[in-house]
């Protein structure tokens, strides 16, 4: 195309996609970020509360952890040990999946680390005889633009579009998790415990009491398994 003397270039179709997709991610990026921020301010929020709750009853907790160890202790002593014994299945799949993603497959340094990351989840599901597990990882993984290889307008679209679908589902994930954060005790303690201190109340300390409480408990479970094993005379 030739316009007041000068020729001007006209993308080609799967150019002006490219372009157009290459925007959309820069702007999902931009959401991700904030996202991501914001999440990350609600899990120090709460780990700071967290701290603080056990800063006012840690003793008591530090009690009640050391005989519910000790329980533990003892009701092991009770039941049989589980050997680990992987179905043919589970092997097969380990080997599929570590033909696919195996840090040694890596052409960077970048992927080398990803595919470590993403071995490291499949050994610790092979372990734990995680067969679905091990699935949902080897479906990621075919669905992720590190699985495109080649160069070229028509292998970084599709890495693009990839993207994209991946920061889609990471925003979503996001928005999960803070939904189930707000949901779980913690965050409900940390609220109750602020709209106790606009009463005056202190419910750390009145808790506390309800830990006593429970140390009492735990002890007399403790001295009940202590005299099943013959340990008391």
Do not use: C
């Not at 799967?14 to 904030?34: C, N, V």
């Not at 590190?146 to 990471?170: N, Y």
């Amino acid at each position: 195309m030739e316009i007041e003397g000068r020729i001007m270039r006209t993308l080609a179709p799967e150019d002006e996609e490219l372009e157009k997709k290459k925007t959309e991610l820069t702007g999902l990026e931009t959401e991700l970020a904030q996202r991501e921020l914001d999440l990350t301010t609600l899990q120090a929020e709460l780990h700071a509360f967290e701290r603080e709750y056990f800063r006012v009853i840690g003793i008591r907790y530090t009690e009640l952890d050391r005989i519910e160890d000790q329980i533990a202790e003892y009701m092991a002593s009770l039941e049989a040990i589980k050997a680990f014994k992987p179905s043919q299945n589970l092997k097969q799949l380990y080997r599929d999946v570590a033909k696919l993603i195996h840090p040694d497959l890596a052409t960077d340094e970048k992927e080398r680390l990803r595919r470590q990351e993403l071995m490291a989840q499949v050994n610790q599901a092979y372990e734990n005889g995680d067969e679905e597990k091990i699935r949902e990882i080897l479906q990621s993984w075919e669905n992720s633009p590190e699985s495109i290889r080649g160069e070229g307008v028509a292998a970084e679209l599709v890495r693009t579009i990839r993207k994209i679908a991946q920061g889609k589902q990471r925003l979503n994930t996001i928005f999960m998790e803070i939904d189930l954060l707000e949901k779980t005790e913690l965050y409900q303690l940390k609220s109750s415990v602020n709209m106790a201190e606009k009463s005056g109340r202190n419910l750390l300390s009145e808790m506390a009491t309800q830990l006593d409480e429970q140390i009492v408990i735990a002890q007399n479970k403790l001295d009940e398994l202590k005299t099943q094993l013959g340990l008391y005379k």
